[in-house]
Each structure stands twice: as structure tokens, then as C-alpha cells.
């Protein structure tokens, strides 16, 4: 078992910067890749950021892609999304999850793991 516990959201004017972590806990969470999805009301979560096991490889949404960065460190067990260059439709709640590594990232299908998501809201 793997349990996910987000933090960091809040309210930011656009252009703004936030920094999410994510905090795991169980003996396996080193085994998984890691993501960040998000929930904007009305509409369906979607995939913004992935990280492997080690951190080497890293996967984003292209609408995030040069604003957002996604990290991780192993020995703290926590992950990290920092968040540049806001924009209103950046505002979501946001979910930390884990993926198996066998399965590819970016598919909701392939998610073990979610958190309970914090809420970002970015301002004009």
C-alpha cells in the first residue's frame, strides 16, 4: 500500500508561481513512478507531469511543458511540482499519484495510487 498526502495549494495571480509536494509513505513507494494529475470543475482529470522511479525521466503535458517542473527525492519520499508562469486555466484541484512502473505515464487507467488533491486558483 502507498498513501499520498498533497500540499502546498492556494490562490496566485496569474503569472505567479506555487510549489506542490506530495508526501508517500509505504515500503514500496521508491518503486513507483510518480505523477501529478488535475481536476478543473466540469471536466475530466487530466495528466500534467510524470516522474520515474529515479528521477531520470521526466513526461509533460504540453500545456505545462516550460512552465512546470516535477522532481522528486527517494530518501524523503516526496514529490514536488513547481508551477511558473500561472495562468486562470492552471486553476484545478490537484492529484498526486503513483504509477506502476511497468505500465506507461500519462494514462489515468495506469494509476494505483491517488491522493485526496489540493486546490489551486489562479486569479486574473
Known amino acids: 500500500q502507498v498513501q499520498l498526502v498533497e500540499s502546498g495549494g492556494g490562490l496566485v495571480q496569474a503569472g505567479g508561481s506555487l510549489t506542490l509536494s506530495c508526501a508517500g509513505s509505504g515500503r514500496t513507494f521508491s518503486n513507483y513512478a510518480t505523477a501529478w494529475f488535475r481536476q478543473a470543475p466540469g471536466k475530466e482529470r487530466e495528466f500534467v507531469a510524470d516522474?520515474?522511479?529515479?528521477?531520470?525521466?521526466?513526461a509533460y503535458a504540453d500545456s505545462v511543458k516550460g512552465r512546470f517542473t516535477i522532481s522528486r527525492d527517494n530518501a524523503k519520499n516526496t514529490v514536488g511540482l513547481q508551477m511558473n508562469s500561472l495562468r486562470p486555466e492552471d486553476t484545478a484541484v490537484y492529484y498526486c499519484?503513483?504509477?506502476?512502473?511497468?505500465?506507461?505515464?500519462?494514462?489515468?487507467?495506469?494509476?494505483?495510487?491517488w491522493g485526496q488533491g489540493t486546490q489551486v486558483t489562479v486569479s486574473s
Open positions: 499519484a503513483a504509477r506502476s512502473p511497468f505500465f506507461p505515464a500519462r494514462e489515468r487507467k495506469n494509476i494505483a495510487y
Open positions: 516522474i520515474n522511479w529515479s528521477g531520470g525521466v521526466t
